[in-house]
Nanobody, 115 residues
Framework: QAQLVESGGGLVQPGGSLTLSCAAS????????MMWVRQRPGEGLLWVATISPEGEPRGYQDPVKGRFTISRDNDKNRVYLHMRNLKPEDTAVYYCSFDHVGTGRGQGTQVTVSS
């Protein structure tokens, strides 16, 4: 059974950095496109970034371009989201998933950007 477990969130000041991690199990990770999506308070899920099975970033949501980087380690079955220059509007629960609508996502990890 496929399982995704997100971690690495926390409270960070504006301008700070965080790296989120997603541990994958129960499926052939190295053949799967992976994505990060987020849900801000009071809003629905929004796609953030996509990475190919080979590790090539395939796109970012416009507000995070140049600040977020998606990566993966197929030997460790993990996908990462490196976030820098964080802004209060990045405050959200972040999930890794198999598609833009959050299929297969785990419990998520909370990121709060506040001074």
């Amino acid at each position: 059974q496929a399982q995704l477990v997100e971690s690495g969130g926390g409270l960070v000041q504006p301008g700070g950095s965080l790296t989120l991690s997603c541990a994958a199990s129960g499926f052939t990770f190295r053949t799967q496109f992976m994505m990060w999506v987020r849900q801000r308070p009071g809003e629905g899920l929004l796609w953030v970034a996509t990475i190919s099975p080979e590790g090539e970033p395939r796109g970012y949501q416009d507000p995070v371009k140049g600040r977020f980087t998606i990566s993966r380690d197929n030997d460790k079955n993990r996908v990462y989201l490196h976030m820098r220059n964080l802004k209060p509007e990045d405050t959200a629960v972040y999930y890794c998933s198999f598609d833009h609508v959050g299929t297969g996502r785990g419990q998520g990890t909370q990121v709060t950007v506040s001074s």
